[in-house]
């Protein structure tokens, strides 16, 4: 009878599970995080910002335009099948915007929630193409992409040598999976403009011994480094590099390879490594006051609350402040305070933060000026060059926010964006 | 009382031969096969179909498939995620190259192309034995998925390397893409699963079965009594692939929707298809079905209740939800070392005798 | 001579350090194996756990942190500035062999006489149990390992192989990382160390009769029991070796338990049941992989270490069926 019971105990929970509801008149933002698996280090501390910005909003001002926010969380394990089941069973609740967070669960998500008419926000990552906003009318991947990161490193790499990166050697080290071979046409299409010589080292998934790969690097004596990494791949590819002695301000890593997590492991001799990022570091911003006093003393920290202010951290905060203000902007649009998934898509098209906008929201100089269009889901584009400082255990900018090289980029996406309306057959839409 | 094997009378060799003897079990058969077909595609929804049924279907194929090769010919295998992926990338390639083709088409000349590739790993099982074996299925595991993350032809040169499924129709109803509906989709797996679960059955009650059980058994003792091992154990290949390959179509066309060989077809989908087919029953097709149901559905059930129900923070959940896993597994063996099949049989045993087991 | 060869060599000296480390991971299965047949899953959780365990000891965390605050509403994480890595390693093995008093307690016993198969299937719910269990009793962020081995090129083997080149040539003197000379020599110790106890002592010659013949040891009066805990505790000492060799590389964290996958072709190239079959094995797959790679790999698109592995162990397992020290495969009739 044991069986017949399992079955019994399957059966009634299952119903209960499919019908617990979500409180109405919320507004929700649904959290696809991870906190278990290979990259569940990352994906805490992102989560644990999301949820913490959402909960200061609730806790502060009552939500967003009066109305409260709900998040509810669901783990994904970096998993797609759970992604798709994550997704499947919140999107009734009212979901306003996805933060898959994910490649794969982004690519997934695409066509099926764009039938459902949900937006994505895949921010920094994702199919860079959908920065396109006449072929991906539901998928926004501002304030920037893999392509722009490619760009902008190489024009901060072209700045350290005065201009010139002819004939130097670049060498990419990069994840063994769509997410890691992204930025490769682009650099390809930047060697040409550049004259600089690019090699390419794929780490396969996990990434724990990478001594082939770097002594490879050790043997060409490549000028710059550059990584496209995620999970355990980051902190071995660090501290292999500083086991070869590469001087480290010559290794420069991707937004998603630039955390205190990758960095801590090797210790000291981390000191000088660098990435980009499209978002300010540090906990030195007013909001983070208002984040203590209103979350984490009141004791409604996300997860164990260690991981305030840490780069990945303020990622997840930045994520949830822009969906937040994208709600903000569809209330005004469309003059109601309980906004639906469409609504929700108009404001982010819509949104725009400047200066002054983010003084108010106690991060002034955060992050560059946002200004999303029907045509452009890609925001500026914009990222800066953030270098670790090991004495100080502390991420430091080091230099503005600088854009991307458009006339290699924008040709790019079209021409991807193309691609993918051509094989779904879907008709551009009109912007003007 | 409830289960009667006695009085049960045959009167024509083909009435004794059918696939269920027994007419309890043909009932209950039909019973489920009424309801699957006659009354979920009425009720079903995108929770539903994306979250439980598909997968269950896919990972039931899947769970067919390499039941046959591990528990009725005794050859363990950790290729299925490889073997998934040709399945997948197959598809994939019929789907853009003949776009008018049916669907049930594509997937079936899918996995008869994982078929061939089964074969072609199959062969080393021929002198390596037992865990030794998994080595040469290993290698087909991460050989097949770094060939296809490397060869830009299998992902006609998109820019990331991922393959998407473009829409495509049985009968002018769309099954793959975003807009299928739920039923559909539903359908055309489950069809699917029930055509192959039927010849899978017969398979195995028939000469072909026989001879990998005899493998399985003892495959010296199974060569003196005249069974040949090479096309015994080739056969189990080519068959378990074939069906492990349409599952991979499924799971990447219909179910998903894309995919990336790395992360998809990963080693850790071999582990779980293996888990299904010891969780449920080495050697059963029923078993295979049980696996299926219980390692997809019980992390479904565990979170919805943990996350759902009880309010815990997802984090503590997440782990908590390992730890149960877990230990079920383990209760499950210590209770029932031959699986939830196994447990299926008592059942039936005790509902035999019930109410007078004495 | 010149730096092309001097590559070559570093190439091969090189993948023979990562099969030092490969092997460690390898031994944890074969003591296991040899002594009760079963397939170990989940030995790379177990140097994940023991890693996390000592790293929460040295660092003075509470066990279970995050599930207290959870339930009491409180805001404990550390009870102290920890303490100094002798006592937490040694409070760590106290920790694995309860953990293998509790194994074979509450799973082993009951599965006495089971199939391979099914065993191999227990210690995968045990991996699952004990993945979850690590996380909630440690929490699931990046931790550093710190023992004070020391790591990074070795500048002495620079220099002394800079010399080495032909005059003239631009050659920067071969690498090698000092750890992986500390693991290669702490690997040595252990194999020593390993062999003298189960040669001289009377729980390892009984170590030796159970691997030999269940029945017949049980029939001298082995408690079979007993063995298995003992048996259990040595791989817990292994994977604590194995996941603070590693965790020094990479920091520990969750993906420290993939390393099992590094040690399975190792494994079966070596043969399951050899203690030198597991070094040796590991020594071939490190050379193998990383020449395949250094030569081959980079015309094919590089990233072949994964599968190479397991081809190099397929094409000696063509030759030898069980591995190339394991026992004999007999088959009667």
């Known amino acids: 009878m044991k069986f017949k019971a399992i079955t019994a105990a399957l059966v009634t929970a299952g119903v209960l599970a499919t019908s617990a509801p979500a409180a109405l008149a919320d507004l929700v933002f649904p959290m696809l995080s991870y906190r278990t698996g290979p990259y569940g280090p990352n994906g805490t501390e992102f989560a644990d910002g999301y949820a913490d910005y959402f909960t200061l909003l609730n806790e502060r001002d009552g939500g967003i335009g009066g109305v409260k926010v709900a998040t509810p969380e669901c783990e994904t394990a970096y998993n797609t099948q759970k992604g798709v089941e994550c997704y499947e069973s919140t999107k009734g609740d009212g979901a306003l915007v996805y933060q898959p967070l994910s490649t794969g669960i982004t690519y997934q998500l695409i066509p099926k929630a764009t039938a459902d008419g949900i937006p994505i926000h895949s921010m920094g990552y994702g199919r860079t193409s959908a920065a396109n906003g006449k072929v991906f009318s539901h998928v926004f991947n501002y304030p920037g992409n893999y392509w722009d990161a490619a760009s902008i490193i190489v024009k901060h790499l072209s700045d350290v040598s005065d201009g010139d990166l002819k004939g130097k050697k670049i060498t990419l080290v990069y994840h063994n999976s769509a997410y890691g071979k992204e930025p490769i046409r682009t650099l390809e299409e930047l060697a040409k403009k550049h004259g600089y010589e690019l090699s390419l080292l794929p780490v396969d998934h996990p990434g724990q011994e990478q001594k082939s790969q770097w002594l490879q690097i050790r043997r060409d004596r490549p000028d710059f480094v550059m990584m496209w990494g995620w999970g355990v791949m980051n902190q071995v590819a660090i501290k292999e590099a500083t086991n070869i002695r590469f001087p480290m301000d010559k290794f420069v890593g991707v937004w998603w390879s630039g955390s205190e997590n990758d960095v801590m492991p090797a210790g000291d001799a981390a000191n000088g490594y660098k990435a980009v990022t499209f978002h300010g570091v540090g906990d030195d911003y007013p909001v983070f006051a208002d984040i203590k006093k209103h979350v984490q003393d009141a004791g409604k920290a996300a997860g164990d609350g260690s991981n305030v202010g840490s780069v990945l951290y303020n990622r997840g905060m930045y994520a949830a402040m822009l969906a937040a203000e994208a709600a903000a902007t569809a209330q005004k649009m469309h003059d109601t305070q309980e906004i639906t998934a469409a609504q929700m898509r108009d404001g982010m098209e819509n949104l725009k933060i400047d200066a002054a906008r983010l003084e108010a929201l106690g991060l002034p100089g955060f992050a560059p000026e946002i200004n999303v269009s029907c045509a452009d889901h890609g925001g500026p584009g914009l990222g800066a060059i953030q270098q670790w400082d090991a004495k100080a255990k502390e991420w430091k900018l080091i230099t503005e926010f600088t854009g991307s090289d458009r006339e290699v980029i924008d040709p790019l996406i079209a021409e991807d964006s193309a691609a993918f309306a051509a094989e779904n057959k879907i008709e551009e839409r009109d912007c003007s | 009382m409830f289960y009667r094997e006695a009085g049960d009378f045959k009167t024509s060799y083909a009435s004794d031969q059918q696939t269920f003897p027994i007419k309890l079990d043909r009932y209950f058969v039909w019973g489920v096969l009424a309801i699957a077909f006659l009354v979920i595609p009425f009720v079903i929804n995108d929770y539903w179909e994306k979250s439980v049924l598909v997968p269950f279907l896919v990972w039931a194929m899947a769970a067919l498939g390499l039941n046959i090769l591990t528990g009725y010919c005794g050859q363990v295998s950790l290729g299925t995620g490889g073997f998934m992926a040709v399945g997948a990338y197959a598809c994939y390639k019929l789907m853009v190259a003949f776009p008018e083709m049916n669907m049930f088409l594509v997937v079936i000349l899918a996995g008869l192309i994982t078929a061939m590739v089964g074969i072609a790993f199959g062969l080393p099982s021929l002198r390596i034995k037992g865990f030794y074996l998994a080595v040469a299925t290993l290698a087909a595991q991460f050989f097949l998925v770094w060939l296809f993350n490397k060869v830009p032809w299998f992902y006609n040169y998109s820019a990331s390397g991922q393959i998407s499924a473009p829409e495509r129709t049985v009968f002018d109803i769309a099954v793959t893409g975003p807009n299928a509906p739920p039923w559909a989709t539903y359908l055309f797996c489950l069809i699917l699963v029930v055509v192959f679960a039927y010849v899978a059955r017969n398979l195995t009650r028939g000469r072909t079965g026989r001879s990998w059980m005899a493998i399985r058994d003892m495959d010296i003792a199974a060569e003196i009594i005249g069974v040949p091992p090479l096309q015994a154990k080739l056969s189990a290949f080519a068959i378990s692939s074939f069906y492990i390959g349409m599952s991979g179509a499924m799971f990447f066309a219909i179910y998903l929707g894309s995919a990336e060989p790395t992360e998809a077809f990963g080693i850790d989908k071999s582990f779980l298809v293996l888990f299904m087919v010891i969780v449920g029953g080495l050697g059963s097709i029923l078993g295979s079905f049980l696996g299926a149901a219980f390692m997809i559905l019980i992390p479904v059930l565990l979170k919805n209740i943990m996350v759902g129900v009880l309010g815990w923070p997802a984090d503590l959940a997440a782990h908590i939800e390992f730890l149960l896993i877990g230990a079920l597994i383990m209760i499950f063996l210590i209770a029932e070392p031959h699986g939830l099949a196994q447990l299926w049989r008592v059942t039936k045993e005790k509902l035999r005798l019930w109410p007078f087991p004495h | ?333």
Do not use: C
């Not at chain 3, 001097?6 to 002594?35: D, T």
């Not at chain 3, 604590?240 to 965790?247: Q, R, S």
């Open chain 3, 1 to 333: 001579m010149s730096p092309d060869f001097l590559n070559l060599i570093e190439v091969i000296l090189n993948g023979l350090m990562a099969g030092i480390m490969y092997a460690l991971v390898a031994l944890g299965f074969v003591l296991i194996f040899k002594a009760s047949g079963i397939f170990n899953y989940a030995q790379g959780v177990m140097a994940l756990f023991a890693a996390l365990t000592l790293v929460g000891f040295q660092t003075g965390q509470v066990p279970f942190a995050h599930l207290i605050n959870a339930i009491f509403g409180t805001n404990v994480h550390h009870w102290g500035d920890g303490m100094n890595t002798f006592l937490a390693i040694l409070l760590t093995m106290g920790v694995m062999i309860l953990f293998a008093w509790l194994v074979e307690r509450f799973v082993l016993k009951h599965l006495v006489n089971q199939e391979p198969i099914i065993l191999f299937m227990a210690t995968i719910g045990l991996a699952f149990f004990m993945e979850g269990f690590g996380d909630l009793m440690w929490g699931a962020d990046i931790k550093n390992m710190d023992v004070g081995l020391p790591s990074g090129g070795s500048f002495w083997w620079e220099d002394v192989t800079k010399t080495w080149a032909a005059e003239g040539a631009e050659y920067y003197g071969m690498y090698i990382d000092v750890l992986d000379v500390w693991a290669a020599g702490i690997a040595i110790l252990l194999v020593i160390a390993l062999t003298l106890f189960s040669q001289y002592t009377k729980t390892g010659r009984a170590l030796r009769a159970v691997a030999d013949d269940h029945q017949a040891a049980l029939t001298v009066g082995i408690s079979l029991r007993s063995i298995w805990v003992v048996v259990w505790s040595i791989a817990g000492f292994v994977a604590l070796v194995a996941g603070i060799m590693w965790g020094s590389k990479s920091g520990v964290q969750f993906s420290l338990s993939l390393i099992a996958l590094k040690a399975l072709p190792v494994l079966i190239l070596g043969g399951f049941t050899s203690i030198p079959g597991a070094i040796i094995g590991g020594l071939i797959i490190g050379v193998g992989e990383k020449l395949f790679e250094y030569t081959i790999g980079g015309m094919i698109g590089g990233a072949t270490e994964n599968w190479f592995a397991y081809v190099l162990a397929l094409f000696f397992l063509m030759f030898r069926p069980q591995g190339l020290f394991g026992e004999r495969i007999i088959e009667r009739v």
